[in-house]
Nanobody, 117 residues
Framework: QVQLVESGGGLVQPGGSLRLSCAASGSTSTIYAMGWYRQATGNEREWVGHIRPNGSTDYVDSVKGRFTISRDNRNTMMYLHMNSLKPEDTAVYYC???????????WGRGTQVTVSS
């Protein structure tokens, strides 16, 4: 099993930046991919992006060029660097991991990001 804890959320003004962290513990050596989802109030959960074992990343179109995902080599930390934030980025952000083999997913409990003046 893997336990995930997000941190770094908060209130930020439009145009500002924020860095979210996701700390992983447990069977981290068998993690394959890591990524982020977000869910705004009243909306369905939206995939934000992920990072593969080779370090390559993919993002939803709405955050391309503004958000960057990074991870450490031991799969114990993952980050979501968010720049040029917009009010529509306001959501609870969840990190997740995909395990090697069966592809089981684990989720964190989320951290709130609010973009408002």
């Amino acid at each position: 099993q893997v336990q995930l804890v997000e941190s770094g959320g908060g209130l930020v003004q439009p145009g500002g930046s924020l860095r979210l962290s996701c700390a992983a513990s447990g069977s981290t050596s068998t993690i394959y991919a890591m990524g982020w989802y977000r869910q705004a109030t009243g909306n369905e959960r939206e995939w934000v992006g992920h990072i593969r074992p080779n370090g390559s990343t993919d993002y939803v179109d709405s955050v391309k060029g503004r958000f960057t995902i990074s991870r450490d080599n031991r799969n114990t930390m993952m980050y979501l660097h968010m720049n040029s934030l917009k009010p529509e980025d306001t959501a609870v952000y969840y990190c997740y991991v995909v395990m090697g083999g069966w592809g089981k997913k684990y989720w964190g409990r989320g951290t709130q990001v609010t973009v408002s003046s």
